[in-house]
């Protein structure tokens, strides 16, 4: 096929970008090598937009070993352990073909851990999807969950945390973020940097097919009305295939033969190859009659691009390819010797007996664009002013229920029982709570989790927003008595050609970076996913940040149901009141506009080590942080959880009632704690300058308050747990 510009937009290069690829080679590619510039050039591949913001972030820590640049992030746990962690996107898959999307999301994330020697211990995911009563949004949903469980219960690993969103700028582009942690001992960690010459280059798993071609290039695409005519280009998962290719993979690696590995995600063979090739600062040459197709008469074009799942290259000593295959052919999966390492830093394509594509490595990786966009700054806006004629006629019996059927805050347990959390028998705090925590086998260490986002705060102020989300996922962390060590994040943003658009990013991203700094919260590992927009219209900006943290003994693990009558209740943080952007406003009083919560990082961090100080003591019975829905909605959740009561008493504050339950002021927790305990924590938090209130002492059961407004707990937890099965059964 004769290769033009026209060609290279269909592509999705712009004018610019062809051009600068005809200067790069000082001639016209082909029509193979154009293909292969399209998926290394595109958003989803190059970060273009977004490299030059990313570079800003904090990546570094004591317990840091790899960060960003790898398949993902490593942190040190102690005693030779190390946890692999990245989430990553399948919005656009996921929205055309829901189950298939989000279940080869879950695949993919899962080898880009275990290709770095890590045996996955547990995933976690955020999804996102529009208005409720949008008609595409519950068979979505339902796909997506599908999607989900039916390939993370089919290999085996635990799903143990997430959170489902519903917002209306979500109906044209829903977010499906897939998250995988993985266990690996500090030597036999796998980095896919190529090293040596004419080693050969090694294609295993799944065979090659039609499925996934252009996956990267539609990913970095927005949509229109002609959005079903991309289903071809979903990838089609096999967990069973997975699972095998997990233990071929792991077997090998226990033996000394790799020098790197890599596994065919995004762009499939063209990525995988140049990635290597790249990092290794070599070149690699490539047989393609050699790859495994199970398609006839699949051209150079169509192997390189495609995205078939299950497939991974390898790079192997000279000499160990029998034994490989060995491996390989035990788990009944295809092992081929496809090319070899070379000096020319050139990716070479053979097919047929003839050259068919030559590209220099560098210009396709380090000769990227990279893009300066222009971005508008968002302006923080006016507080709102609450008076007493807000507040008339209101009930905070009547509000409570309310916010607690509230899409946004009501139980998932719909979704979540659809997983299977406990497989591998490690699991000890499963979904619905702040974090999912699991044990490192046969040890007392545990592993938490969590992963958060708030783009209704980013929306309102992304520099505001980037800080809060960080903030919120140390809180969930610090709620079970985890150490946090690091995060992963996925940004997920509109059109980065828009100014506003570009704008919410390098705002939210630099909120973030200054929140990771401050908390020691370094990030390791992430993805962007940009052009999250349907017929004009774009998502809210939404990062989407996993946390990691460490708790030395799992018999420590704090959870959040009050557990014992006559326990003290206490705030801590102090309640300013503010109730801008809080689901109380927006829901109830029906006021949308003003700023989100501010963030103070010295009592956000103060706070959080003063909390995690009385946990390490063993002062705490329960904890749970205070986040969308203010006090009175975390403390509803600590009595459904522990089937107790709490009796409310008045505390002495400037604001009225309304104010001091439902603002979303950050850095607050709810701590139980033991009546003889009291006066050692009081010297603890006075110690440290943590505000605290008393606020009250757990019952039995009810909510009273001190006007003697009584409220079932049984009535608020079926408030609570009504609206999903109800919505999904109609």
């Not at 190059?46 to 004591?62: A, D, I, V």
């Not at 070993?65 to 790898?70: T, Y």
């Not at 490690?426 to 938490?448: L, Y």
């Not at 992963?451 to 980013?458: H, K, L, N, P, R």
Request: charged share 25%; aromatic share 8%.
């Amino acid at each position: 096929m004769e290769v033009n510009e026209n060609i290279a937009i269909e592509h999705g290069l712009k004018k610019t970008e062809y051009k600068k690829i005809c200067d790069l080679l000082k001639r016209i590619p082909n029509i193979t090598e154009l293909g292969i510039f399209s998926a290394m050039w595109n958003e989803h591949c190059s970060y273009k937009s977004s490299r030059l913001h990313l570079k800003n972030l904090p990546t570094k820590g004591k317990k840091v070993i790899q960060g960003p640049g790898e398949n993902a992030g490593v942190i040190d746990i102690g005693d030779d352990d190390a946890i692999v962690f990245k989430i990553e996107s399948h919005n656009h898959p996921s929205f055309i073909e829901p189950y298939q999307g989000a279940a080869t999301g879950v695949g993919g994330i899962m080898r880009d851990v275990f290709t770095m020697g890590a045996r996955p211990i547990a995933n976690l995911n955020s999804i996102h999807f529009g208005s409720p009563q949008h008609k595409k949004t519950k068979n979505l949903l339902r796909g997506v969950v599908q999607g989900i469980g039916g390939y993370g219960n089919c290999i085996g690993v635990p799903t143990v945390g997430g959170q489902t969103c519903f917002d209306e700028s979500y109906n044209g582009n829903i977010l499906v973020n897939a998250m995988t942690l993985g266990l690996v001992k500090k030597n036999k960690i796998f980095y896919s940097k190529a090293a040596g010459i004419n080693k050969p280059v090694i294609y295993v798993g799944s065979k090659t097919g039609r499925d996934g071609i252009h996956g990267a290039s539609m990913a970095s695409a927005v949509f229109d009305e002609k959005i079903e005519e991309k289903k071809p280009t979903v990838q089609v998962g096999d967990p069973f295939t997975e699972k095998l290719l997990l233990e071929a993979c792991l077997e090998l690696m226990a033996g000394d033969s790799i020098i790197s590995i890599q596994d065919m995600g995004a762009a499939g063979l063209t990525s995988s190859s140049i990635e290597m090739a790249s990092k290794g600062k070599l070149g690699i040459e490539l047989n393609l009659n050699k790859v495994p197709c199970r398609e006839s008469n699949m051209t150079p074009y169509e192997i390189m691009l495609s995205e078939s799942q299950e497939r991974m290259l390898i790079v192997l000593e000279k000499g160990k390819e029998n034994q490989a295959k060995k491996i390989f052919d035990k788990w009944n999966l295809d092992f081929s010797v496809i090319g070899k390492t070379t000096n020319t830093k050139k990716i070479e394509l053979f097919y047929d007996e003839k050259k068919i594509a030559e590209i220099p490595v560098d210009t396709l990786v380090e000769n990227s664009p990279m893009y300066d966009r222009k971005w508008k700054k968002t302006k923080l806006p006016q507080k709102n002013k609450f008076n007493k004629e807000n507040f008339k006629n209101l009930k905070i019996s009547n509000i409570l229920n309310k916010i607690l059927s509230n899409p946004n805050i009501c139980n998932k347990e719909w979704i979540w029982e659809q997983y299977d959390h406990t497989v591998m028998g490690d699991t000890i705090q499963k979904p619905g709570s702040d974090s999912g925590i699991v044990r490192i086998h046969g040890t007392n260490k545990a592993v938490a989790a969590s992963v958060d986002s708030s783009a209704i705060y980013c929306f309102a102020h992304p520099l505001t927003g980037g800080k809060q989300v960080v903030c919120e996922s140390w809180r969930n962390l610090i709620s079970v008595g985890a150490e946090p060590i690091a995060i992963t994040n996925c940004l997920n943003f509109g059109n980065p050609e828009k100014d506003e658009n570009m704008g919410e990013f390098v705002e939210c991203v630099k909120g973030l970076g200054e929140a990771s700094e401050y908390l020691n919260f370094p990030v390791v590992s992430g993805n962007v996913s940009f052009y999250n927009e349907t017929k004009d219209k774009g998502i809210k900006p939404t990062p989407t940040i996993g946390g990691v943290g460490l708790i030395k003994n799992y018999k420590d693990m704090i959870t959040m149901g009050f557990k014992e009558s006559g326990n003290i209740v206490l705030v801590i943080g102090k309640t300013e009141g503010s109730l801008d952007q809080s689901i109380f406003a927006r829901e109830i009083l029906n006021i949308k506009s003003g700023p989100p919560p501010e963030v103070n990082l010295f009592n956000e961090k103060n706070n959080g080590e003063t909390v995690l100080n009385l946990i390490k003591k063993k002062l705490i019975k329960s904890a749970h942080d205070v986040s969308l829905g203010g006090i009175i909605v975390a403390i509803a959740k600590m009595c459904i959880k522990g089937k107790k009561g709490i009796e409310i008493k008045k505390t002495k504050q400037l604001i009225n009632q309304f104010q001091y339950m439902f603002s979303e002021d950050q850095g607050r927790y709810i701590l139980e704690i033991k009546k003889e305990n009291y006066k050692n924590v009081k010297e603890i938090l006075n110690k440290s300058s943590v505000h605290y209130d008393e606020i009250g002492t757990v019952l039995d059961n009810d909510i009273v308050f001190e006007d003697k407004t009584k409220l079932s707990v049984d009535d608020l937890e079926l408030s609570n747990n009504i609206w999903l099965k109800k919505y999904m059964e109609k």
